[in-house]
């Protein structure tokens, strides 16, 4: 038997790495920004929220001894999004990880939706992680290596019931197929890409007070009886960013207590 060089634990671990995450001023973008950082990264923080999100994230990665950067843009401006990755290298240094998490949810029956709501739907969830992915990994072509995480839905899978979202549902489907083109385009150059599928998640998206009734059905309807939290989203992440998962590329990773399985 060779010798065994491996470090289990320490495949996790992103210390001296620089990460860029979109939407990470709330919600699942915002608590996988954190982890990263307590696995190590330097991590930069774009959303286009004008509230304290940013630096409720800011903070937290600070007291976590890591630094990051604040980036105040729109992902549905490719511009903005060079100019992002321009300014973590500068700030940061190589970017070799992303997460792109930024995506909006709504719904309307498909008979009423006006053609900009489709089209709205389109630019921000599915041709904002395009001009993300590019961004990033353009520079990440450069380093001749990087891993990025795209955050899809378990609705680019399944139909939700109950939801006339097809719009948004078309958009992570695209996301899902999009990430695996862009995983053969860059596998032989050292980039990953990977998606993450979450099932119904407890974040602002869907938590505010009139989706009382809602919420308690996407509890019902998810085997195990509950919605995720936003923290779970976290070791999915972290795993297929890491050196745990070298040989991951092209996947989506269904995280959803289980819902796919019915
Ligand atoms: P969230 O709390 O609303 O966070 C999304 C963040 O992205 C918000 O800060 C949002 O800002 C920002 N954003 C939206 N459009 C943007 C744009 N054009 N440019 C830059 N930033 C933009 O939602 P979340 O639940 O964490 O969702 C994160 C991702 O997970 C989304 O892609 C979503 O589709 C996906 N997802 C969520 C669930 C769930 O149950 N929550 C399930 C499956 C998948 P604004 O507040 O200004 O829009």
Redesign the pocket.
Known sequence: MSEITLNAPRMFDLTGRVALV?????????RIAMGLAQCGADVAL????TDE?LSVTAEFIARAGRRSIKIA????SGSALNEAVSQTEKELGDLTLAVN?????NANPAEDMEESQFQTMM???LK?VFLSCQAEARAMLKHGKGSIVN?????GVIVNRGLNQCH?NAS?AGVIHMSKSMAMEWVTRGIRVNTI??????????TRPEMVHQTKL?EEQTPMQR??T?DEMVGPAVFLLSDAATFVTGVDLLVDGGFCCW
């Open positions: 979109t939407g990470a001023g709330s919600g699942i973008g915002q774009l959303d286009r929220r999100g843009a729109d992902v549905t998490a930024a995506g909006i949810a630019d921000i969830n904002g955050i899809a839905s378990m609705s948004y992570k599928s979450p099932g119904y998640t407890a974040t602002p998206m869907n996407f919605m995720a936003v």
